[in-house]
């Protein structure tokens, strides 16, 4: 939902109190007091109330392929790696807590909340039917979720072609986990080796809609082989209740003032950046 919102360029104020919705779901917004809870209807919300379209660029039958993307993602893949989260590699994901810091929680807190939680995910896994296969299957069937997100994703610089979509939205939200808090596991060595177009395409997001957000520990960050410690910089964390985008992204320098390493085409930019014109970058290789 977040990077939605970000995609968009709505402005919005994160709240972490941990209150459910109406409907005991997550996430919910308001907006002018009015209350809309559930992913799909605050976007259907959002395009009526302030007119904005990730999908304009859709035709029919794209808006279909990308329906169908989306439920395969939030009502299938999700549980795999709800599974992987929170049942697999629930110490991990313990420790990963206490590494951020755990906010208010203690040690005894923490990991009473985590065991909690592996319960109720458990209970929920098997309601919705997925829970009741073996782990292996369990992970035969992330697998081949993956696969078909990379086989839709190919070459092209975001799933739907050269424009953002909301689809993009829902799998970046996702593949994020695989990418980030899942060290270790099948999802990250399978995103980040064989299927290494899905972290080509998370990097890019990442780098346009969370200017923010570094991870130091991230083997996948790309830089170029002229590069140095002492040149590395990052930008400061921003205040995460918060966010901006009119206000966090600058101006990205000069348009002649980029030297050209291996990592980089023909314009300078990145061959991982989200703002390479793939179109263009295709054309010069074919000139060449």
């Not at 130091?216 to 930008?235: A, L, P, Q, V």
Request: charged share 25%; hydrophobic share 35%.
């Amino acid at each position: 939902m977040e990077t939605y919102l970000r995609m968009a360029d709505l402005p919005y104020q994160n709240y972490f109190g941990g209150k459910l919705s109406a409907q005991g779901k997550m996430p919910w917004i308001e907006y002018n007091h009015e209350k809309v809870s559930g992913t799909e209807f605050i976007i259907d919300f959002l395009e009526e109330k302030l007119g904005v379209n990730l999908n304009k660029n859709l035709g029919p039958h794209e808006r279909a392929i990308s329906r169908a993307v989306t439920k395969m993602v939030e009502e299938h893949f999700y549980w795999t790696l709800a599974y992987c989260q929170w049942v697999d590699n629930l110490n991990e994901t313990r420790k990963m807590l206490s590494l951020s810091g755990g906010g208010p929680f203690s040690n005894l807190l923490r990991w009473v909340v985590c065991h909690i939680t592996k319960g109720i995910v458990k209970r929920e896994m098997h309601g919705h039917g997925i829970g009741r296969f073996s782990e292996e299957e369990i992970y035969m069937l992330m697998e081949k979720d993956m696969r078909s997100l990379a086989g839709l994703l190919g070459d092209k610089k975001y799933i739907m072609g050269p424009k953002l979509s909301t689809l993009d939205a829902t799998v970046f939200g996702h593949l994020a986990q695989a990418m980030w808090t899942l060290p270790g596991t099948r999802p990250e060595r399978l995103i980040k080796g064989e299927l290494i177009n899905l972290a080509m395409y998370c990097e890019r997001i990442r780098r346009k809609f969370w200017p923010e957000w570094h991870h130091d520990d991230d083997n996948t960050i790309y830089e170029s082989e002229e590069s140095s410690e002492g040149s590395k910089t990052h930008t400061p964390l921003l205040d995460f209740s918060f966010y901006s985008r009119t206000e966090t992204f600058e101006d990205e320098g000069a348009e002649n003032s980029f030297s050209r390493t291996p990592d980089t085409d023909f314009t300078g930019h990145s061959l991982f950046d989200s703002d390479v014109d793939m179109e263009d970058y295709t054309d010069h290789e074919q000139c060449k």
